[in-house]
């Protein structure tokens, strides 16, 4: 099982739709992140989680929101979606920089593919 | 703000040949992660490499190597030895280590690499 789930996989849906993209990961890690991919571009993150009570804005948030219900589930919901929110959807987990070498790595989930018609 | 920049945004290399993937960045923070990734057509994101700012040599993974110039805030991915799965999305992403912005990392826009048998 991946460390890391994503559901759902792939959704289409129509403009001015609720949509709830859900995470949950087993890797214990107490960051979590919620980033976007436009085809043949990087990633822009939208909204981060450095524990359970700690939801941060990410450079792209308009138009998103999250929740973070427990350590290891972070969702991401986008109230009323729109054709250019149509995009791959990454969910990621960091384990926290304690000042040991830990690197910071990101653990990905496989992606969420959305599109809004 | 930091910022990561990835000039090629294609690369063909010969199997069996070495290629080297550009990647420039720019932070004032002085502790910070440089991370390679991958991102096969099935679009997962798998982790190749880690530079942190303060390692005195240059990572290694098999046949991945970064080649880390500090002072030229530059952070080269080198393939040897390419291999037709090598094809893919290459993204290079920074991490940085303190403050406010600690723990959440950039990413460039990726350089599509394919493999010629």
């Known amino acids: 099982d991946a460390d890391v789930t994503q559901t759902p996989r792939n959704r289409i849906t129509k403009t001015g739709k609720r949509i709830m993209l859900e995470c949950s990961q087993t890797k214990g890690h107490d960051r979590m992140y919620w980033y976007r991919q436009d085809p043949g571009l990087g990633l822009q993150l939208i909204y981060y989680?450095?524990?359970?009570?700690?939801?941060n804005k990410g450079e792209i948030s308009d138009g998103y929101s999250v929740s973070r219900q427990a350590q290891a589930k972070f969702s991401l919901s986008l109230e009323s979606a729109i054709p250019n929110q149509t995009a791959l959807y990454f969910c990621?987990?960091?384990?926290?920089?304690?000042?040991?070498?830990?690197?910071?790595?990101?653990?990905f989930g496989e992606g969420s593919r959305l599109t809004v018609l | 703000a930091q910022k990561i920049t990835q000039t090629q945004p294609g690369m063909f290399v010969q199997e069996k040949e070495a290629v080297t993937l550009d990647c420039t960045y720019d932070?004032?923070?002085?502790?910070?992660?440089l991370f390679w990734y991958k991102q096969p057509s099935s679009g997962e994101m798998i982790f190749l490499i880690y530079q942190g700012s303060y390692d005195q040599q240059n990572a290694t993974e098999g046949r991945y190597s970064l080649n880390f110039q500090k002072a030229r805030k530059s952070a080269n991915l080198v393939i040897s030895a390419s291999q037709l799965g090598d094809s893919a999305m290459y993204f290079c992403a920074m991490r940085e280590g303190k403050g406010d912005n600690a723990g959440k990392s950039t990413f460039g826009d990726g350089t599509t690499l394919t493999v010629k048998p």
């Open positions: 990621a987990t960091s384990d926290h920089l304690r000042g040991v070498p830990n690197t910071g790595e990101l653990f």
């Open positions: 989680s450095f524990d359970v009570k700690d939801i």
């Open positions: 932070t004032s923070d002085p502790s910070y992660g």
